[in-house]
């Protein structure tokens, strides 16, 4: 059973940094996709960024593009979101997914998901 397992969430202010980072468990398939999403308090949940897990090709939403990065790590089994130049508008349950991969990294279907960590960014 795939399990995924989120941490790295808090409270920091606006401007400062956050790395999150995504454990994941019990995975059998060989080429996949690892994403973050997040979702803010009556929001619907949105595609944060992605990464092949075997070629490390990575994807951003536009609104990230340039504070955040993904990466992989493969020894360890982790994914991991380095946010920097947090903004309020950052504030989100982020949450790690992963599937078997599909063409476009930018496809927001993931079958596997993790239970979410609270990043909060105060002005």
């Known amino acids: 059973q795939v399990q995924l397992v989120e941490s790295g969430g808090g409270l920091v202010q606006a401007g400062g940094s956050l790395r999150l980072s995504c454990a994941v468990s019990g995975r059998t398939f060989s080429t996949y996709d690892m994403g973050w999403f997040r979702q803010a308090p009556g929001k619907e949940r949105e595609f944060v960024a992605a990464v092949r897990w075997n070629s490390g090709l990575t994807a951003y939403a536009d609104s990230v593009k340039g504070r955040f990065t993904i990466s992989r790590d493969n020894a360890k089994n982790t994914v991991d979101l380095q946010m920097n130049s947090l903004k309020p508008e950052d504030t989100a349950v982020y949450y790690c997914?992963?599937?078997?991969?599909?063409?476009?990294?930018?496809?927001?279907?993931?079958?596997?998901w993790g239970q979410g960590t609270q990043v909060t960014v105060s002005s």
């Open positions: 997914a992963t599937r078997l991969w599909k063409v476009s990294l930018r496809n927001i279907e993931y079958e596997y």
